[in-house]
């Protein structure tokens, strides 16, 4: 059975991140969906909030667990005996970065990744931008989870 860690800020997660752990779900035997946590940056949400919102999107998937992780990502997939990262990809420019980085982590440790493109409805949604448009008063339900929409109201 393999192990997959999807490593993200998810800061909030997104409908584009519930696509890519349904996917990572039904390809490997386990995925650990793991918030990274850095204390140095500012975010909207927790990481016990960012952890809630994925522990109840990731529900409908017995084989999904969320963790955390500060540091390495390497170390954490080490640590929890995950052989594989996975990586959505929603541009040529995401390939360019997540490739040099896949390059990395595999140097350093023997960890492979895994790209998942994105749906091509999820392809312009991040959590960068979902905040953004949220905060000046945009309309942002069809780019996240209702879950993860009613808590992002609450917050602003």
């Not at 016990?48 to 170390?75: C, H, K, Q, S, W």
Request: a negative charge; hydrophobic letters at 45%.
């Amino acid at each position: 059975m393999s192990k997959a860690v999807f490593p993200g800020t998810f800061d909030p997660p997104t409908n584009g991140h519930l696509d890519i752990i349904a996917r990572a779900s039904a390809a490997f035997g386990e995925v650990i969906v793991a918030a990274g946590v850095n204390q140095s940056k500012s975010r909207m949400f927790e990481v016990d909030e960012r952890i809630a919102m994925l522990t109840e999107i990731a529900a409908p998937y017995p084989n999904v667990r969320i963790g955390t992780f500060e540091g390495l990502l390497v170390d954490y997939c080490r640590a929890e005996g995950a052989g594989v990262i996975v990586k959505g990809l929603r541009s040529a420019a995401d390939y360019d970065y997540e490739l040099q980085m896949a390059q990395l982590n595999h140097a350093m440790t023997g960890v492979d990744t895994v790209f998942l493109p994105t749906r091509s409805e999820n392809a312009f949604i991040s959590s960068s931008w979902v905040k953004e448009i949220a905060k000046l008063g945009g309309e942002v339900a069809s780019f996240v989870p209702p879950s993860v929409h009613s808590r992002l109201l609450k917050k602003l």
